[in-house]
C-alpha cells in the first residue's frame, strides 16, 4: 500500500470521512482536559503568577505555526516530485491553519509580554521569527489565490513553500544571530520557567489537542478543495462542449 | 558560453535602450534615502547610527521594485519563449538575465551608496564594509527576487505580491549586511557577517536560478 | 474561585489570550465547515446540471 493508494478522491474522502469524528472528538476531550489543567491545575508562577498560563496556548500555538508549514512543505515536496494528486490540496488546506495558529503565537505572546516586560511587543528571536513566518503564509495563500488556473497555482504555490522552506531555517539562523547583536537590556525569556511536571502536563495535551484539531480542520478543508476542484472541472468541460 | 553572453548581452542592450530603468533604480534610492532625515530629524549621531540600516534597505527596496522587468516584457512579446527555443537550459537563461539585471540595478546602487553614506553621516569605518557586502549582496538580492518574479509572471498587477513574496526572503541578506557594516563601524570583527553573505550569495547562484526556471516554465506553459 | 477570574490580577491578559484562541479555532473551523457544505451543494447541483444537458442531448 504505497503513498498512491490515498490518491484516489474517492478512497480518501471515504477514509476522511471515518477518520474525521474521532479526530474532532480527540480533539474536544483533549481541549477541555487542557484548558482545565491549564486555567484550574497548574500552579502560578513564582514571578510571572497566573500570567504564566498562557504560555500553555502560546508555546503550542508557536509548535503548530511550524509543524504546519513543514507540513506545507512536505505536501508540496511530495506534489512537485511525485505528482500526487491530492498533495498539493493538502499544502493548501493546511495554510490558512498554520497562519491561524501563527497569528495565535504573535497575539498570545505580546499579551504575555505586556505584563512581564511592560511593552505590547518585543522584537525577541522567537516573535520575529514567527511574525515573518506569518508573512511567508499570506505570501503561500495570495499566490495560490492570485493565479487563475488551478494546476498552475498548485506548481507555483509548490515552488513557493520549497524555496520558503529552505529560507525558514536561514531566517531563523539570521533573526537569532540578529537578536544576539541586539541584546536587550533584560535577558527576554518566552520560554517562560524551567518546566516543572505540573507545567509540562498541560502543555503537551494542549500541543496534542491542538494536533488531533488541525487534523480534524484538514480533513474538512481537503474534503472542501477537492470539490472545489471537481467543480472546476466541471464548469470548464462544459464551457468547451 | 557564447549563447549565455549573448542572453547577457541582449538584455544589457535592452536596458540601455530603454534607459530608465536604472536611472529610477538610482532617483527612488536617493529619494528614499532622503525621507529618512526628513522623518526622523537632521541629528547627524542618529543618521549615522541609523545608516547602514537606511542603506541596505532603500537599496534592497530599489532593487526589488525593478524585478518586474526580469521577464514581464519579455513574456508579453513572446521572446521569452523564443529565448527557450535557443536550445540554452531555462535554469542558464534565468542566470544569464539575473546577471544583467544586476548590472543594470544592483551594480548602480553599490556605486550610489556611499554618496548617499555621506548623506546620511555614516562613520568612515564603515564604507569598505558598505562596498563589499553591497558587492556581495546585490546579486542574491537579483537571485531571490528572480524568483519571486518568474512566480508572479501570469498574476496582472503582481507587483504587491512580488513584495510580499520577495521580502521575508531579503531579510537574511539585509541581517548579515546591515550587521558587518555595524561590526566595521564598532571596530569590531565584521569577517564572520561577510562571510555569513557570502555563503548566502554562493548557494543562491546555483539555487535561485533553478527555482525561477520551474517557475518561469509554468507560466510558458 | 474568585481567582480563577481574578488570575492573581492579571485576568486582563490571561482571559483574552485563552478567549482569542478559541475563538479564532472555533471561527475556522465554522467557516471550513460551512465551505466544505456550500462546495458538497454546489458540485451536487452542477453534476444534476450536467446530467440533465446529458439527457436532454440524447433525446432525438
Not at chain 1, 16 to 41: F, H, N, S
Request: proline share 5%.
Amino acid at each position: 500500500m504505497s503513498m498512491h493508494y490515498f490518491a484516489n478522491p474517492t478512497r480518501f474522502t471515504r477514509l476522511a470521512e471515518r477518520i474525521q469524528p474521532w479526530a474532532e472528538g480527540l480533539a474536544g476531550v483533549l481541549l477541555v482536559v487542557g484548558l482545565y489543567l491549564a486555567l484550574v491545575e497548574a500552579p502560578a508562577d513564582y514571578q510571572q503568577g497566573d500570567t504564566v498560563r498562557i504560555m500553555f496556548v502560546h508555546v503550542p500555538s508557536a509548535w503548530m505555526a511550524m509543524f504546519c508549514y513543514s507540513f506545507l512543505a512536505v505536501a508540496s515536496a511530495i506534489a512537485l516530485i511525485w505528482k500526487h494528486p491530492l498533495a498539493d490540496l493538502a499544502a493548501k488546506a493546511s495554510a490558512p491553519i498554520g497562519a491561524g495558529f501563527t497569528f495565535l503565537a504573535l497575539v498570545t505572546g505580546s499579551l504575555w509580554g505586556k505584563p512581564m516586560w511592560g511593552t505590547w511587543w518585543v522584537w525577541d528571536a522567537r516573535l520575529t521569527s514567527v511574525l515573518i513566518l506569518f508573512f511567508l503564509y499570506l505570501g503561500y495563500m495570495a499566490l495560490w489565490q492570485a493565479i487563475e488556473d488551478g494546476q498552475k497555482a498548485a506548481k507555483a504555490a509548490a515552488v513557493l513553500a520549497l524555496v520558503g522552506a529552505v529560507n525558514v531555517p536561514i531566517i531563523k539562523f539570521s533573526v537569532d544571530w540578529w537578536n544576539t547583536l541586539h541584546q536587550p537590556a533584560s535577558v527576554l525569556r518566552m520560554d517562560g520557567p524551567a518546566i516543572h511536571p505540573s507545567m509540562l502536563w498541560p502543555l503537551l495535551i494542549m500541543a496534542l489537542a491542538f494536533k488531533a484539531y488541525f487534523v480534524a480542520l484538514l480533513l474538512v478543508r481537503m474534503r472542501m478543495e477537492l470539490n472545489l476542484r471537481r467543480i472546476r472541472a466541471l464548469q470548464l468541460a462544459e464551457r468547451t462542449t | 558560453m557564447k549563447p549565455f553572453m549573448a542572453v547577457i548581452a541582449r538584455d544589457l542592450h535592452l536596458a540601455v535602450r530603454q534607459g530608465g530603468a536604472t536611472f529610477l533604480a538610482l532617483v527612488f534610492f536617493l529619494l528614499t534615502v532622503t525621507l529618512f532625515p526628513l522623518g526622523i530629524g537632521p541629528e547627524p549621531a542618529i543618521l549615522a547610527r541609523i545608516a547602514p540600516g537606511v542603506l541596505w534597505v532603500a537599496a534592497l527596496l530599489a532593487a526589488m521594485l525593478s524585478l518586474d522587468r526580469l521577464f514581464q516584457a519579455d513574456f508579453e512579446d513572446g521572446s521569452l519563449e523564443q529565448l527557450t527555443l535557443s536550445g540554452l537550459p531555462l535554469g542558464a537563461i534565468v542566470l544569464a538575465k539575473t546577471i544583467a539585471h544586476w548590472l543594470t540595478t544592483g551594480l548602480p546602487l553599490l556605486l550610489a551608496a556611499p554618496i548617499l553614506a555621506v548623506l546620511l553621516n555614516m562613520d568612515s569605518e564603515g564604507f569598505a564594509a558598505l562596498l563589499l557586502t553591497m558587492l556581495i549582496g546585490t546579486p542574491a538580492l537579483s537571485l531571490i527576487g528572480a524568483i519571486g518574479a518568474a512566480l508572479t509572471l501570469t498574476v496582472r498587477r503582481g507587483g504587491v505580491l512580488l513584495s510580499l513574496l520577495v521580502l521575508p526572503l531579503y531579510i537574511p541578506v539585509l541581517i548579515f549586511g546591515v550587521s558587518a557594516i555595524d561590526a566595521a563601524v564598532h571596530g569590531l570583527n565584521a569577517k564572520p557577517h561577510v562571510l555569513l553573505l557570502t555563503a548566502l550569495t554562493l548557494a543562491a547562484i546555483p539555487l535561485c536560478p533553478w527555482a525561477a526556471a520551474a517557475a518561469v516554465k509554468l507560466s510558458l506553459e | 474561585m474568585r481567582h480563577f477570574f481574578e488570575m492573581g490580577g492579571y485576568a486582563g491578559y490571561v482571559w483574552p489570550a485563552f478567549v482569542i484562541v478559541l475563538v479564532v479555532m472555533a471561527v475556522l473551523w465554522v467557516a471550513s465547515r460551512r465551505g466544505c457544505r456550500n462546495s458538497e451543494h454546489t458540485l451536487a447541483a452542477l453534476r444534476k446540471i450536467v446530467n440533465n444537458k446529458k439527457l436532454t442531448r440524447s433525446d432525438p
